[in-house]
C-alpha cells in the first residue's frame, strides 16, 4: 500500500507502525526525524500534482491542519482519502487504533498502547488552573471550544477560560484576554512559536507555562509521553 501523509502527527503514527508505507509527506512532518520520503509541500498548500505523482492508494488528513478545497480536489481527482477529526484523547485513541489496522498493522503497537496507560492515568479531575491559551500571535488566537488541545489540558487539571465560547478558536483582543483574570497563561511552541522572550511580556504578572506543541496537539507516539511532558511544563512556568 502506498500512503502520503498530509498530517505530521499521522506521519509519525504510520512510519513508526508501519514502516515503508509512507511515500509522501508535509514538509511539516518532522518525526520521525529519519523520515526519507518525498516532501509534498505544506499541511496547508500541499502541491497536488506531486502528491497525484505519488500515485497513493490513500491520502491521510486532517479537518484542522489540512483545507477543505484540497481535500475534495484529491477525491475529485480519483485518491482515496482518509479526514481524522479527533477532538478528545480517547477518539484520537480511538482513531489511531482503526487507523493503523486498517492500514495492516497485526496487532496494536506497544506506544499506542502505552498511550492508553499514561491517559488512564490522568482522568479529569481536579482543577489546578484557569487559563488563557494563545495559539497564535498578530492577531491572537485562542483555543476555545470542543478542541483536541482542549481536552488534553483538562485532563492535566487546567481549565480553558474560553471553553465557553461557541467558536473554536475565538480571537480575543490582549485587554480580553486579560479581563479574564488567568492565573496561567499556557504557551505552547506551535502553531506560533512562543518563547521565555515571546509572549509572556505580554501577560505581566501572570505565571506563563511554555509547553510542548508536539505533545499538546500531535495525536500518535508523542501522546505516550505527553502526560508527563506537560504536567512538568505545567508545573514549571516562568514569570
Request: aromatic share 6%; net charge negative.
Amino acid at each position: 500500500m502506498r500512503v502520503v501523509s498530509l498530517v505530521p502527527s499521522l506521519t509519525e503514527a504510520v512510519a513508526v507502525t508501519l514502516p515503508g508505507l509512507l511515500v509522501g509527506a508535509t514538509d511539516w512532518c518532522t518525526a520521525p526525524a529519519d523520515l526519507d520520503v518525498p516532501r509534498v509541500g505544506g499541511s496547508k498548500y500541499p502541491d497536488l500534482d506531486r502528491v497525484r505523482a505519488l500515485r497513493p492508494d490513500l491520502v491521510l488528513l486532517n479537518v484542522e491542519e489540512n483545507r477543505r478545497e484540497d481535500a475534495a480536489a484529491l477525491a475529485a481527482a480519483g485518491l482515496p482519502i482518509r479526514i481524522t477529526y479527533p477532538r478528545t484523547v480517547d477518539t484520537a485513541l480511538t482513531e489511531l487504533a482503526d487507523l493503523l489496522r486498517d492500514l495492516g498493522a497485526r496487532a496494536e503497537p506497544d506506544w499506542l498502547a502505552a498511550a492508553r496507560r499514561a491517559w488512564a492515568d490522568r482522568p479529569a479531575g481536579l482543577v489546578r488552573h484557569r487559563a488563557v491559551v494563545p495559539v497564535w500571535r498578530r492577531p491572537w488566537v485562542v483555543l476555545g471550544t470542543d478542541t483536541f488541545a482542549g481536552d488534553v489540558l483538562r485532563r492535566l487539571g487546567v481549565a480553558n477560560l474560553y471553553a465557553g465560547q461557541p467558536e473554536r478558536y475565538p480571537r480575543p483582543t490582549l485587554d480580553q484576554m486579560r479581563a479574564t483574570a488567568p492565573d496561567l497563561v499556557v504557551l505552547p511552541d506551535e502553531p506560533y512559536l512562543f518563547t521565555a522572550d515571546d509572549g509572556p511580556e505580554a501577560f505581566p504578572g501572570v505565571p506563563c507555562a511554555l509547553l510542548s506543541g508536539r505533545h499538546l496537539t500531535w495525536y500518535g507516539p508523542s501522546l505516550a509521553e505527553a502526560p508527563s511532558v506537560l504536567a512538568d511544563q505545567l508545573a514549571n512556568p516562568v514569570g
